[in-house]
């Protein structure tokens, strides 16, 4: 080669070129191929987190409570107002108890007369007249004594009479029929006033069990107003904001079973959220879980984290489509930016959850339909 191709044109001839760059290209190709097998082989330690995603809404764990009026009433005073912070206890409504009030006033005094009659007839059972104290009674006993003198003047009458017959009878100057029907009018007259004595007697026992079944009656019916008497004091069943007032003002009426206002608790916030059936057998109570609050921009703000507390047995149906309801406890209760300020978590702020299902390596993803994990959306 030598002899036939001189050294200035063999610097220029292909295989001149090719032995110059065919190392470098070389150990380029190489390393191309080991990029591709090590990408290859990480596919199957790199992991990723897989999450699902659900819109949701923070409320109160507790359930909204319904301000009713248990009665049918005027009201008479009230301390409500939209959006009013009221503590459990706290009394919000007055409604008007004058009526029950003046018959619980009623039956105590019926209560009190009847309680003098019963002394005034054990007095009169007991033959101690003179004692008597209710006017009603004394009128009673004065007309008893009265018919009982009629019966002792005639019981007398007839004894005197029965005493000249039988000195007469005696004498034989009357005959025995005489004698006879003086001792048998003594006898009937006896017999009346005893008669009238027991039956006396036995109308002051009956109404003593009259009064004292009345006084039962009564007693009964008061301590029914004492419980009555609640419910025309509406009280804040729990801590919370006045939401849905219905602006009723003393002088309207309110009817039982009609709703004044809702009362939103105040107590531990939670984010609630739907998450259809497809998705449901992912999640399970304690998973950690990530929130976006769309009120503040996760790129200034950041997330807010927590965790499953509770999944519904139940499905809800929501434009006619089926969901599990999913509650989520907040693990932070503001968020911060750089500069310090606190933007605080309330209730009504919409945020997406993300529920950290589980960690699949990169190859796990690309057998097992990436897509289905990466982002279930796109199958609804």
């Known amino acids: 080669m030598k002899n036939l191709f001189p050294h200035e044109i063999i610097n220029f001839t292909v295989e001149s070129h090719f032995d110059k760059f065919s190392r470098f290209s070389r150990t380029i190709y190489l ?16 992991k990723t ?3 699902v995603q659900s819109a949701g809404l923070i409320r109160s764990m507790a ?3 319904d301000l009713t009026s248990p ?8 301390k409500l107002a939209e959006n009013k912070l009221v503590h459990q206890g706290d009394t919000l409504l007055w409604l008007n108890n004058e009526k029950l009030v003046e018959r619980n006033e009623h039956l105590n005094n019926l209560i009190t007369q009847n309680n003098d009659y019963l002394e005034d007839l054990k007095l009169m059972l007991n033959f101690r007249y003179t004692s008597l104290k209710t006017e009603l009674y004394k009128s009673v006993h004065a007309q008893y004594r009265q018919k009982m003198a009629e019966y002792d003047l005639q019981i007398e009458i007839l004894k005197k009479s029965f005493a000249r017959t039988q000195l007469l009878f005696e004498r034989k100057v009357v005959p025995l029929v005489d004698k006879e029907d003086q001792e048998f009018q003594l006898e009937k007259a006896i017999e009346a006033k005893n008669i009238f004595v027991q039956q006396n007697r036995s109308e002051w026992q009956k109404l003593t069990a009259e009064y004292k079944l009345a006084n039962e009656k ?16 509406i009280l804040s069943p729990c801590t919370g904001h006045i939401t849905n007032y219905n602006g ?23 984010s609630e959220h739907l998450v259809p059936p497809k998705d449901i057998g992912y999640l399970k ?10 009120a503040y921009n996760y790129n200034q703000w950041g997330l807010v984290s927590g965790n499953i507390t509770d999944i519904s047995n139940e499905i ?7 969901y599990f309801r999913v509650r989520c406890s907040l693990n932070e209760q503001f968020l911060l930016l750089k500069n310090g300020y606190k933007g605080y978590l309330k209730k009504g702020l919409t945020t997406n959850a993300r529920f950290q299902v589980t960690e699949r390596t990169l190859a796990q993803l690309l057998f097992d339909k990436a897509d289905n994990w990466l982002n279930p959306k796109l199958n609804e």
Do not use: H
């Open 31 to 46: 390393a191309i191929i080991l990029f591709v097998i090590g990408t290859i082989c990480s596919l199957f330690f790199i």
């Open 49 to 51: 987190k897989i999450s």
């Open 63 to 65: 359930e909204s409570v």
């Open 71 to 78: 009665v049918v009433a005027e009201v008479k005073k009230t």
């Open 218 to 233: 009564y007693k009964n019916e008061i301590d029914g107003f004492s419980r009555d008497f609640e419910n025309y004091f």
């Open 248 to 270: 009723i003002q003393p002088g309207s009426y309110v009817t039982t079973g009609q709703t004044i206002a809702v009362i939103s608790p105040d107590d531990e916030l939670v």
């Open 285 to 294: 109570i304690a998973m950690p879980v990530i929130f976006q609050v769309d």
């Open 316 to 322: 809800y149906i929501v434009n006619n489509q089926p």
